[in-house]
C-alpha cells in the first residue's frame, strides 16, 4: 500500500466508542509489524483487526500501513499516529490497575520481563525473590532470550522491560545500569597462564578460547580489546551459557573470558583478572523510550533500584 500524500482537508468525525478499539488494533499491529500477530495478542479474528485499522484510516483520511512482503510497516502518516496514540492506548490498558495502585491496592496483575540466563541465574534471585515477598499475588514471567530476541520483544511491547548488559544503546532504548562486574580469565587449574605474574592479550592468543555464541556482546568486546592491542585470538569452542563454558574450562578443553557475575566460588577453575585490559562492565534496566510503565513495572524497579528516576516514567 502506497501512503496518502494528503491529509483530509476537513476534521475527521469521531466516533467515540470504537476508537479506542481502532487505535488498539493499529498499535499492536505497528508494534508486531503483522495484522495475524496483532489479532492473537488482542484475542480477536484477523479481518476484525483488519477491518478495525481500515476504519481508522478512512477516518484519518490517510493510508497507515504499507506491505513489505508477509510484513507490514507503518508510512510516515502511521509513524506520526502512531507517536501519538501508543502512549494513550497503554495508559487506558493499565488504567484500572494504575488506579488500585494509587488506592494503595496492588494485589494482582503480571509482570514481563525478558533477560538472559545469566541475569536470570547469578543477579536477579534476590530480587525476584523479595519481589514476590512484597507482592504475592503478582504473577511474573520470565522470559530467557538473548540480548538480540530482548530486545525486539521490548520494541514489541512483548515485555514490560528487559534487564541485561549494553555496549551500545539504541536512540529508541533508555539504559539505566544498576551493578558493575569485572571482566575475568577462567582457566583449568594448574593452567601455563596460571604461573604468570600478569596475563596479557598476547599471553591468551595462543590457547583455545570457549566464548558464547557470536552474536553475543561478549565475543564483540574480546574482538574488540585483542584488535586494540594487536593481538590475535582463535576459539576452539562456541557454547551457549556460562555454566555450560565453566563446565568445559573445568574439563581443559580451553579458557575463557567472563565476568565476575558468573563465578560462585564452587568451580574448579583459576580465575585471573583482566582488569587491565577489559573496562567493567555493567547490567541494568532496559526499556523502550516512551513506554508507559505499569504499576507492577514500577513495584519492581523499586526493588531493583530504589529511588532510580526514569526519564520514560509515565
Known sequence: MKSSKSIASAPPTYHKQNQLKQLRAFCHAAQTQSVSAAAERLLLSQPTVSLQIQALEREFGVTLFERRGPRIRLTPEGEILYRLAEPQVAALDGLYEAFIAQCGNLESGELNLAAGESTILYMLPKYIKEFN?????IRLK????????GMAM???DGVDFAIGSMLEIPDDILYYPVVGHKTVLITPLEHPLTRLQQVTPQDISPHGLILPPRHLS???MVDLVF?????SYHVTLEAGGWEVIKTYVELGMGISIVIDLCLTGKERVACIPLDAYFPDRSYGIVLR???????QAKRFLEVVEPGL???SDG
Open 218 to 220: 561478549t565475543w564483540r
Open 289 to 295: 523510550r516512551g513506554k508507559f510503565l505499569s504499576p
Open 227 to 231: 584488535k586494540q592491542h594487536h593481538a
Open 142 to 149: 520470565l522470559h530467557n532470550v538473548t540480548g538480540r530476541d
Open 133 to 137: 515477598q512484597r507482592y504475592p499475588k
Open 309 to 311: 528516576q526514569l526519564e
Open 154 to 156: 521490548l520494541r514489541a
